[in-house]
């Protein structure tokens, strides 16, 4: 029994010193996107309690996500020079590397499990405030 | 006492490892048969697979080598789809939040599409589907994620003695919130990316969102191939026009867009630098060739020393049967023969809708007048913009 308190012990300590730990981020401010959507890429507005169906990777995303994103990236060693704010060709190879890293489907595309990968809240990066230009 | 409990705990503990020693070893010969009894409910199709797996901690379950076979059309020699590992999997992560979320992974995943010139030596695209639900229902909860990593599609025209072919490879796509109570409750679109190379230099990449609930078909997306060289399109194109690409590369951009079952967007092909030439001696074809060859060195546009033609073509349409429509089709390329605003990419898409419908006439007159821009997509005739 004594051996078991000692190991559970050690193991409450070694959690509580942790190893490397993630940079905590500021979330996300609201107001105007990064880049500004384009009309046609915001794809069918939503209706009611209906989601919106947008037509980018871009207008997918909550206003700050892509930064979010670029900053995780960069921090991991994936992300050189690019364009804040944009899903430009950088980011996208980036996202592709870091994919092809983890074992997942390198589509250069921000999907869930690579947003939580990324330790990005994916609740967070695609929740858009509707009134501030979710829709069309 | 102490020992007699300590005594009982161990001998608990010691049938329990047998039960599970035995549960588990049990596991993956009821998952075999399972699988094959699946399988062999495939309408019009035979499924074999070379073993199966039950990964208790992975909270998996992985096929390997899985062929399914269409009867009749391209046999053995030709299976409808090959998966060299196909795993089904419940994430941890999901259960511990309470949602029960299921995924399926398809590693270098191989779909052969064959048109033939009897129904029965096709093998569609619209058939995909029965093969899927064949996969859905070895898998004990509903999929709300797929992934397929190093996957091919193989499209072959049966119908031509030179079996002209489309080969996509080094796809890697994923399709996320197939409509589970999770996503639902986060109002999220189902969202599919995908990434491949056509032929040898052609890159594809295709986004697309969908409301699954939607009573009629809503979706939004766009794709793209670029740097696909035309002679890579040689077969086809010869098989199909008579006409051979020497020379150049075609860059394709495509928006889209279906609300309540209307289908609305625009297609770009931007072709660079091409020249032509017949594929079969007869005259005819040789004049074709050079026609279509001095037309596009006619009305194309210099850039940086590469002469380019490009027009966009609008889609309108419900999505039961999309039309592409003709008249702007033939006025864009005419058109964009003395292309001067050469947009590459995106922007643009899809083209501006017309106020009221046009003539024939009167689109030809706006089409090849300098002020104006772009051929418009037309009204539905009585339709409002």
Known sequence: MRAWRALALATALGCAAGGKREPVRPPPTGGAPEAPDRPEERGVPPRGERPRVPASPEALLAPGAVGEIQDALRDRGYLGAHRRGELDRATSAALRRFQEAQGLAATGAPDRETLRRLHVDPARAYGRDEGSGGGS | ?385
Do not use: C
């Open chain 2, 1 to 385: 006492m102490r020992r007699r409990t300590a005594r009982r705990l161990a001998v608990a503990l010691g049938i329990l490892l047998v039960l599970g020693i035995a549960a588990r070893l049990a596991l993956d010969p009821i998952a075999t048969w399972r699988t094959r009894k699946v399988l062999a409910g495939l309408e019009g199709m035979r499924g074999t697979f070379s073993d199966v797996e039950i990964r208790l901690l992975a909270l998996s379950y992985v096929i390997h080598h899985l062929r399914i076979v269409k009867l009749g059309a391209g046999g053995e020699a030709l299976p409808y789809l090959e998966v060299e590992r196909a795993e089904l999997g419940v994430y941890g992560k999901e259960l511990l939040r309470g949602h029960l979320v299921a995924g399926v992974e398809l590693r270098r995943p191989k779909l052969n599409l064959l048109v033939g010139k009897a129904r029965e030596r096709t093998q569609a695209a619209k058939e995909a589907p029965e093969a899927g639900r064949g996969l859905e229902a070895l898998a004990p909860f509903r999929i709300d994620r797929a992934e397929v990593k190093d996957g091919e599609l193989l499209w072959v025209d049966g119908r031509e003695p030179e079996k002209p072919r489309l080969w996509f490879h080094g796809i890697e796509a994923t399709l996320e919130n197939f409509a589970t109570r999770a996503a639902l409750a986060r109002r999220e679109p189902t969202v599919l990316a995908a990434r491949a190379t056509l032929q040898r230099s052609g890159t594809v990449s295709v986004f697309a969102t969908a409301d699954p609930l939607a009573k009629q078909l809503t979706f939004a997306g766009q794709g793209a191939v670029t740097g696909l060289r035309l002679a890579e399109l040689g077969e086809l194109l010869d098989a199909k026009t008579d006409l051979v690409p020497e020379r150049g590369t075609l860059d394709l951009y495509v928006r889209f867009r279906a609300e309540d079952g209307r289908l609305s967007g625009g297609v770009r092909p931007l072709v660079k630098d091409a020249a032509l030439k017949a594929g079969a001696p007869d005259l005819g074809t040789r004049l074709e060739a050079m026609l279509a060859d001095a037309s596009l060195h006619l009305f194309s546009d210099e850039r940086g020393g590469k002469e380019v033609v490009a027009t966009t073509i609008p889609i309108e349409g419900r999505v039961k049967g999309p039309q592409v429509q003709a008249v702007p089709t033939i006025l864009g390329v005419l058109r964009n023969a003395f292309v001067r605003g050469l947009a590459g990419g995106l922007s643009g898409l899809p083209p501006p809708k017309a106020k009221e419908k046009q003539g024939t006439l009167e689109q030809a007159r706006r089409a090849l007048s300098p002020g104006h821009g772009p051929p418009r997509a037309q009204p539905k005739k009585g339709a409002r913009r």
